[in-house]
């Protein structure tokens, strides 16, 4: 295919991440109770994640600035899942063959999307469900990571139009405009509570409380939030510790600035995140973003499934909508939608 994108993989240095003590290491100002755990100094681990060019990205060409999504895996998955489970066709991967055909057909514009590994912790490669993990705790600390390591690796690395270096007022709202983040699964719950402002999770046996899911994971502290990074966020599927739709309205409410676009969907026959997770967290949502929360769109999915069918038509709308600068002067009534997809 001649519009085809590329994607590599490439490493970074992560100074802000869970040890093995289950501390935050930090090389930033942030307080243990805006934490919820102990904060230390420590050094650096690398990372990998992998980033798809659009087709025609030139980095010596300077004036030609992309947007940037952030798309984020399940909890047994990595950097690799929208890649490799989600499948090939024709020799390329599904994800990326969506990508080059909306970018060729003129339905978005090309576009940089990076694939993170979602854990933010020293054992970041150790895929297993393990609740009492660092691993899995690492998954709730997500924010900091990319408030302070991936995303100014990436905006000093590729021509974005997005600059974070710039911290005035008016850099902060433009650079928002121009950043997403969307995820599947244990991936749209980060987005979700990570985003607006929902719960970190960690070992009931941490906390000393039962599990209320089950999957021995309980709500600690709200992270505060990345509404000053991201004007549009995507949950395909959000995993069951998802905070609930007053919470993460509550969040919305709360910050400095508008959320242009919310997009949450869910097939009705999945097990792990219909009834509790995706119904929960868009209950009463709306209302208490207030006149924050612009677009939102609520799209459950006929017959779908925990799959790939689900998500990657997640993205495909997801990405229609976001990117909009426009200006939303007024609260935007929410969208609720079934669809029916093909086999």
Known sequence: MEQQGTVTEISYSVNNYINESRQLVTNQNISSIEAGRETVKGDPIVKKCNV???????????????????????????????????????????????????????????????????????????????????????????????????????????????DITDTTTEGIAYNRLHRAIAGLSMGGMQTLNLTLGGFRCDSSVQTGRDSRWGNGLEPTVKAPGMLDLFAYAGAFSNAPTSSSGDILGGGIASGDYNLNLLYITCGDADEISYQSPFIGATDRLAQAAGNKLCDFYQVKIKNGKHDFMVWNNGVFNFLRLAFDVREHSSKCEPVSLTLELDD
Do not use: Q
């Open 52 to 162: 798809y060019l659009p087709a025609g990205y030139d980095s010596n060409d300077k004036n030609t600035k992309y947007n940037v999504l952030y798309l984020l895996h399940g909890v047994g998955g990595d950097r690799n899942e929208w890649l490799d489970s989600n499948g090939k066709t024709d020799g390329n991967y599904n994800i990326c063959n969506i990508l080059d055909n909306m970018i060729a057909k003129g339905d978005i514009a090309p576009l940089i999307v990076v694939f993170p590994d979602g854990r933010s912790a020293t054992d970041w490669t150790d895929r297993s469900f393990n609740p009492e993990g660092t691993n899995m705790l690492g998954f709730y600390y997500l924010d900091y990571e990319l408030r302070y390591d991936l995303i100014p690796f990436i905006e000093s690395r590729y021509n974005t139009y997005s």
